[in-house]
């Protein structure tokens, strides 16, 4: 029975042991098909002189490797503390550097939008993620500009037809909000009550079910 483990938000700020966050749990990360995460942080150092003061959710790259260590497959990059075209590029790097599939910003709207497709022990996985609530300048990706995918009103995630190689996609998933909220002088816009919304699409799977088992931890 193929199983997946969704962890929500991992922080990496001030880890110096890459070995050490995930050392209670990383025998039943490894032991899962799928493991998933929220990284509520970038893989970026800071140029000399950047004020502490000044908004930032850095990492240290060199702390990427606690994601592979630990048996995180793929990570979602859709959210407020990504943010900004060198962090964002950064992070991406160091991503990609230990191996693990990211979804949710990248250097353009399809790149963000696109899906991370994990595959292990035969199962394919195709995870999506999108934020509700992000800064109103320069967080968004556009058609040709770095940022992380956001919801769009009606969007929605759900079951898909048949691929040509007779793939069967399963979907659970979101429906963005109702309405668009932007208050004026806000410094976050917010399109819905939940931060992060996540879809899950099994792209190859038996019948009936893609995942026999999900958890939250």
């Not at 962890?7 to 995930?22: E, H, K, S």
């Not at 850095?58 to 060198?86: D, F, Q």
């Not at 976050?188 to 038996?206: F, G, M, N, Q, W």
């Amino acid at each position: 029975m193929a199983s997946m483990i969704l962890t929500g938000d991992v922080n990496l700020m001030n880890v110096d042991d890459p070995t050490a966050p995930f050392a209670r749990v990383q025998d039943e990360f490894h032991a899962a098909d799928i493991v998933f995460s929220n990284l509520e942080c970038c893989f970026y150092d800071p140029p000399r002189g950047h004020a502490v003061e000044s908004e930032g959710f850095y990492a240290s790259p060199p702390t990427g490797e606690a994601l592979r260590s630990a048996g995180i497959g793929a990570v979602g990059i859709a959210n407020n503390v990504n943010y900004g075209a060198a962090n964002i590029a950064a992070s991406i790097a160091r991503l990609d550097e230990v191996g693990v599939l990211h979804t949710g910003a990248g250097p353009n709207l399809a790149a963000a939008r696109a899906p991370a497709i994990v595959a292990r022990n035969g199962l394919r996985v195709g995870v999506l993620q999108r934020s509700s609530v992000y800064w109103p300048t320069d967080h968004e990706a556009s058609d040709d500009a770095p940022g992380i995918a956001v919801e769009e009103l009606g969007e929605t995630c759900a079951a898909q037809p048949s691929g040509a190689g007779g793939e069967r996609g399963v979907g659970v998933g979101w429906r963005a909000g109702a309405r668009r909220v932007h208050a004026e002088g806000a410094a976050v816009r917010r399109t819905a009550a939940e931060d992060v919304r996540l879809c899950v699409i099994a792209l190859k799977s038996p019948a009936p079910s893609p995942l026999g088992e999900s958890r939250f931890v």
